[in-house]
């Protein structure tokens, strides 16, 4: 136990988080060798179940004697797998296509779930865990709900919506300010290297493996008109390209408050990189949440009130709105045809008028208002995988369809339960990530605070593979360190109080006895 001098003549011991963390005697270059290799024998023989026959007992080991190591490995993995799906044959459906390299990311977890589970967790848990608990009990509940139509969706659903939130409860054993910084460069540095290639899709052009893809497995949405296709860089989807480019620049701008060796303009110029690179992939509700996550990030480094950094964030969608308009109206006649000005111009216009007929908006909002009225009309829910993509191929019940946002999702799945649940998830969430900011304001505080907003109603969109795990972790490392510094202060107030006690007065002590 170390101790701080806060007064004179006080000494206040401070509460150290001494927990030794999981390890083992894994190698990373062999890892990354071995991988490495697998991969490119995949590529060779174009078969993902060798590719999975091999990573996944890896996997399994690493995840097992070095969770700390697989937590920096895993965000390169899944930026990476919707490229090496393309790359080999079996796997370029972006539907839940059984492939079996989707089940590396969810193995690693659950084993480092039960490999942290191993050490008893210390003191009381927390509300948000409590929440977190509480959601994990209800999805595997209704896994077994019958009317989601078979088995095989409960357990898809599993895969998507209970999986992924297992990282809080890994964040919690290994939340360490050393490894966090750790993930956030990591997230950082890979989200630059995604918009590069997606910028390069944009205005170059797309190699012939995704030009495969775009032929063969391409959905809807990815055509903006006009015959201009949106960038996804490397993932299984545009909308999970977004949201990761939106978490990138969410830690980058974090990155900002810590002196670096990288020069502050390199550094701008990587932000700049990835948020061009959101602009361009023209996902309007990503460029909405990314400015509202960016301005609470500005206000709770300045420690405002929580109803003060709300409204800074709507500020700052005020202002981007209103900003789009000027740009747009200014632009709106020209009659260039070039894709970049084409994903401009429905970028802009959608953001300048977000209910306007350009903008998809009012339609989430009036598929999340059916997803509230659903599940209060069937307040037992549709089942855990009821709105997941495992619902598209195991079931066949035309009711079961997503919303696309959280709100409703949780409705149809889980019924009156799931909105009282996801309700108290996103009040503790964001009050957790809060507190944290204003109390670090530092890379980790606003990081935390900035995934949460940027993430926004998609904290359960388990389609997202390479976004939802990292929001659940970003919660995990905030409910710990957040309860560390909650028990040094009970602990310095205790010490305060007991160094600074004084005898009652000569008053005190002549008054009778009560």
């Given at each position: 136990?170390?101790?701080?001098?806060?007064?004179?003549?006080?000494?206040?011991?401070?509460?150290?988080?001494?927990?030794?963390?999981?390890?083992?005697?894994?190698?990373?270059?062999?890892v990354l060798m071995v991988a490495g290799g697998a991969i490119s024998l995949s590529l060779v023989t174009g078969s993902?179940?060798?590719?999975?026959?091999?990573?996944?007992?890896?996997?399994?080991?690493?995840?097992?004697?070095?969770?700390?190591?697989?937590?920096?490995?895993?965000?390169?993995?899944?930026?990476?797998?919707?490229?090496?799906?393309?790359l080999t044959t079996g796997g370029t459906n972006v539907t839940f296509s059984g492939d079996p390299l989707l089940l590396i990311a969810p193995l690693a977890l659950l084993v480092m779930w039960l490999m942290v589970t191993r050490s008893r967790e210390p003191g009381a848990l927390t509300p948000l865990a409590r929440w977190v608990l509480a959601f994990n009990v209800v999805a595997l509940l209704q896994a077994f709900n019958p009317t989601q139509g078979s088995l095989l969706t409960g357990l898809g659903g599993v895969l998507f919506l209970t999986i992924p939130t297992l990282a809080f409860w890994i964040g919690r054993r290994l939340a360490e300010p050393i490894m966090i910084m750790r993930v956030i460069w990591t997230v950082a540095l890979v989200s630059l290297i995604a918009a590069a290639y997606g910028l390069y899709q944009q205005f170059v052009g797309f190699p012939s493996w995704d030009q495969s893809w775009i032929a063969s497995k391409g959905y809807a949405a990815l055509n903006v008109g006009g015959g201009v296709?949106?960038?996804?860089?490397?993932?299984?989807?545009?909308?999970?390209y977004a949201a990761f480019l939106s978490v990138g620049a969410v830690a980058w701008a974090a990155l900002l408050t810590k002196s670096t060796r990288w020069p502050i303009l390199l550094h701008l110029a990587a932000l700049a990189t990835v948020l061009t690179a959101l602009f361009y992939e023209s996902q309007r509700t990503s460029v909405f949440l990314v400015t509202?996550?960016?301005?609470?990030?500005?206000?709770?480094?300045?420690?405002?009130?929580?109803?003060?950094?709300?409204?800074?964030?709507?500020?700052?969608?005020?202002?981007?709105?209103?900003?789009?308009?000027?740009?747009?109206g200014s632009s709106s006649t020209s009659s260039s045809s070039s894709p970049g000005s084409v994903l401009a111009q429905h970028q802009l216009s959608g953001v300048s008028q977000p209910l306007g007929s350009n903008s998809s908006l009012s339609g989430h909002i009036s598929a999340t208002r059916k997803g509230l009225l659903l599940g209060i009309?069937?307040?037992?829910?549709?089942?855990?995988?009821?709105?997941?993509?495992?619902?598209?191929?195991?079931?066949?019940?035309?009711?079961?369809?997503?919303?696309?946002?959280?709100?409703?999702?949780m409705a149809i799945d889980f019924g009156a339960v799931g909105i009282v649940v996801y309700l108290m998830l996103l009040l503790n969430?964001?009050?957790t990530a809060y507190r944290l900011a204003v109390?670090?304001?530092?890379?980790i505080g606003l990081f935390v605070i900035g995934?949460?907003?940027?993430?926004?109603?998609?904290?359960?969109?388990?389609?997202?593979?390479?976004?939802?795990?990292?929001?659940?972790?970003?919660?995990?490392?905030?409910?710990?360190?957040?309860?560390?510094?909650?028990?040094?202060?009970?602990?310095?107030?205790?010490v305060v109080d007991t160094f600074t006690w004084r005898r009652p007065s000569e008053s005190a002590r002549q008054a009778p006895a009560q």
């Open positions: 136990m170390t101790v701080v001098k806060n007064w004179p003549d006080t000494v206040v011991p401070e509460v150290v988080d001494v927990r030794p963390l999981p390890r083992g005697g894994s190698s990373l270059p062999l993902h179940t060798l590719l999975a026959l091999i990573a996944i007992p890896l996997v399994i080991s690493m995840a097992w004697s070095n969770p700390a190591g697989m937590i920096g490995i895993l965000p390169i993995w899944l930026v990476l797998l919707g490229m090496v799906r393309r296709t949106r960038a996804f860089s490397s993932f299984s989807s545009a909308q999970e509202l996550a960016l301005g609470m990030m500005a206000a709770a480094k300045r420690r405002y009130r929580p109803i003060n950094v709300a409204l800074a964030g709507t500020v700052a969608v005020a202002l981007l709105i209103l900003f789009a308009g000027a740009i747009g009309r069937h307040p037992l829910g549709r089942g855990t995988g009821a709105t997941t993509l495992a619902a598209g191929k195991y079931s066949s019940s035309s009711h079961l369809t997503g919303t696309e946002f959280d709100p409703g999702n969430g964001l009050r109390r670090r304001r530092d890379t995934i949460a907003g940027a993430t926004l109603f998609q904290w359960t969109n388990g389609d997202l593979y390479s976004v939802c795990w990292l929001v659940w972790l970003a919660f995990g490392f905030a409910d710990h360190l957040l309860k560390v510094e909650t028990d040094r202060d009970e602990a310095a107030r205790v």
